[in-house]
């Protein structure tokens, strides 16, 4: 405290941390990874609807959302200066409030995935040591169609919702734009075929030729595309805003965040799946390098909301 | 008819002296490690010998159109009935929602209420019993003026309407009640303050 008017600390303009970026991370890899398996489940072949079981992709994503989201909110209540509190946020509505929107459509979507979880995963059950949950799902089985549906409309929603919760703030200029929303949920997509890829192959041992599998690998490449595109989008808003917007496109050029940008988003997150596009077949569908794509993928999702948490209420208007 | 509640602070008359902070702290009981109200000296501007400084005040807005009410989940940050943008302890839950979107970064939260804080003029300690906020009584420069703008014989509208004013950020349409009159020391026209500091 060296100015005569006091202690400067409070004026920090960071005010959400790296928790909330893995919280905003969390939420896009939950949505993402739900409403890639639901999709491909509603994009399957006439073949596969014969089939009874369900798909690994679908079962990883089942498994997947649910964690995801539930380790996310966990994070938003221990960020909270009351986080014993947090039921506050449950019964007190502010209609005009994109957080109180968020909660409304969260409150729905996270016992739906579980709900829609337990279905999918209703073989598995009896391995796991949780055949007593086998009645739920079997209460459950005549609601799927309107369950799928339902968490479908509502993963959409979450997806874009972290995107419209920062977007909301018009103190920020690299936040105030309308493409945020959806760059989360694009991004939130690739993070959910990454994680979907992973768990598919380890824990439901699939093979690395899998028909879904090369399905969802097809959509990788121009999800990617969209992302970059909306990050350039983005950057395109800021520099023909002028004035501070454009100052705030010093994130790129300078400091420890342009780091993250270059090195985590572009090199790691893009560079190194579309890099590893020109590996001969034989050696990229092997089991290591998928996965090794696939985490590659996961950690430039990560370090994009951590810049753009960092970045973005690093300048400001 | 409704009042319209704001505060001018005059760069000309303002020292600087911070008894406007410390009266501020000791009304609200502020912890020591947070502030309601500073007003940053900066500056000097201008070349020598016309050197002059500025007295930015930094505290709460009482903005008509609060980023931080509209963003608020549990609706705590509320405007009342006094136009005041306040905050009900008892809903707040502490996401810092409101803290991230106030542009002029003046809510914090209080480490021992775990609850968003920021300047409400004094609501409920003095404006309750018709006297002026702490920090306008303590103004050894009469630099404060608080009153009501939609009474047109109160000294706030005579000000307003005979000396240069402006408004901190007003581009980002939150019309705030705090307005400033800028300093004409140092050869600078307060045309320049309103590019230097009202419309950038």
Redesign the interface.
Known sequence: MN?????M???D?V??NWIIAIYLFMAGLSAGSILIGIGLRWYRSEDDRKSTKESAILKAAAIISPIAISLGLACLVF????PF??W??LI???F?????LG?LALLAYSPLGIAYALIVLRDELPRWKLGFLLPVAQVLMPFRKAIEVLLFILAIGVGAYTGFLIS????YPMLNTAVLPALFLVSGLSAGAAANLVVALLMFNVDSHDKELSKMHRLELPVMAIEMMFLFMLFCALYFKG??AALALASLTTGVWASVFWIGVVGIGFGIPLLSMLMPASSRHTKTAMIMVACSGLTGVLALRHFIIYAG?SY?? | MSKRLIMIHDENKCI?C?AC?IACRSENGTPD???RL????EGPFGDAPNLHFKYNR?SCQQCEDA?C????????AYVGEDGLVSIKAE???????C?????Y?VR??NPET??ADKCNFCKETRLAKGELPACVTACPTDALIFGDANDPSSEVVKILNTKPSYQD?T???TKPRLYRIPTKRGGSSHEQYLGRYGA?
């Not at chain 1, 005009?96 to 109180?100: I, L, P, Y």
């Not at chain 1, 909301?168 to 103190?171: P, Q, S, T, V």
């Not at chain 2, 009410?69 to 705590?76: F, L, N, Q, R």
Request: with cysteine.
């Open positions: 100015n005569i008017w006091g202690d600390a409070q004026y303009p005010t959400w960020d909270l200066t009351k509190h947090f506050l946020i007190n509505y502010n005009e409030s994109v957080m109180a909660v909301a703030m018009n103190a004035g501070a209420q400001i208007y | 600087g911070q902070n490690e947070v502030t500073q007003v940053r000296v930094v980023p009410v509209k963003v608020c989940p549990t609706g705590a809903k707040c839950v502490g996401c810092m929602y803290v991230a979107a106030c542009p970064k914090f939260m775990k609850v950020k581009h980002l349409g950038i």
